[in-house]
């Protein structure tokens, strides 16, 4: 069974920086893409970020320049390094794994951006 445990979410100040971590256990084949979302308050889930186990990397546009995606092939692990952060980067983050037909979601780490 593969699971997904979230952690480094908080209350952080606008302009203010966050880490992210996403540890993934269980049967994992090396060949596999981790991704993370995100789901603000009335809205639907998007994707944020996401890194093959190769290192191939993508983000959205609006937190280009701002966030960074790395991962730990060791360890299974995802990291999201929030920079610059937002009022509107407030929302529930959720890591993603994908491998084949299969695709895993942990249980959310709330990342709220206030003053």
């Known amino acids: 069974q593969v699971q997904l445990v979230e952690s480094g979410g908080g209350l952080v100040q606008p302009g203010g920086s966050l880490r992210l971590s996403c540890a993934a256990s269980?049967?994992?084949?090396?060949?596999?893409?981790m991704r993370w979302y995100r789901q603000a308050p009335g809205k639907q889930r998007e994707p944020v970020a996401s890194?093959?186990?190769?290192?191939?990397?993508t983000y959205r546009d609006p937190v280009k320049g701002r966030f960074t995606i790395s991962r730990d092939n060791a360890k299974t692990t995802v990291y999201l390094q929030m920079n610059s952060l937002k009022p509107e980067d407030t929302a529930v983050y959720y890591c993603?794994?994908?491998?084949?037909?299969?695709?895993?979601w942990g249980q959310g780490t709330q990342v709220t951006v206030s003053s």
């Open positions: 269980g049967s994992i084949p090396s060949i596999n893409t």
């Open positions: 890194i093959t186990s190769g290192g191939s990397t």
């Open positions: 993603q794994l994908v491998f084949g037909y299969y695709n895993y």
